[in-house]
């Protein structure tokens, strides 16, 4: 077995309480908060990839998919770049349609990180009992208010 790997959540009886179970890595959430604002939002799918691995172990089911945060992170990364290049090379017209664009980019990306926030947030409140975990800031600050959770459970 490799040293950074975790066995099953079946397996998660055998092993109550030992570093065996399956964990979520943590960051300090002002960190998050701060990369975030950094990358223009494209910490937010990049997050989500980053523990994608770690929260399906953790919930024993994928609840994270592979290519929707893929697919936000790119967008995001396209718009950003045509956010800070297109003035110098676009004419007002394709300026116009990548606004339009963007404005889409921007309700699906945000459309699917509030669902899978909220995907994760079932999965914490599952394994972590005595917590409950608010929905409204979960809505308003998605992974911030998570990575702050998750800290909160080491």
């Known amino acids: 077995m490799a040293l950074n790997s975790y066995p099953s959540v079946e397996n998660e009886e055998l092993y109550p309480g030992s570093f065996l179970r399956p964990r979520i890595r943590t960051t300090p959430a002002w960190l998050t908060v701060l990369l975030s604002i950094l990358t223009f939002g494209i910490y937010f799918p990049y997050w989500l990839l980053n523990r994608r691995v770690e929260v399906n172990r953790f919930a024993g ?20 770049l045509v956010f800070t290049i297109g003035p110098f090379f676009l004419n007002e017209i394709a300026i116009m349609l990548y606004e ?5 980019i921007t ?3 945000v459309s699917c990180i509030i669902w899978y926030s909220f995907r994760i947030r ?33």
């Open 122 to 154: 079932e999965v914490l409140m599952e394994k972590m009992e005595d917590e409950s975990i608010n929905g409204i800031l979960t809505f308003f600050l998605t992974i911030w208010y998570l990575q702050y959770k998750i800290n909160k459970m080491e």
């Open 107 to 109: 309700v699906f990306g």
């Open 61 to 80: 089911k994928k609840i994270i998919h592979k290519w929707v945060p893929w697919l936000v992170l790119i967008l995001y990364s396209v718009s950003a």
């Open 100 to 104: 339009y664009i963007d404005h889409l």
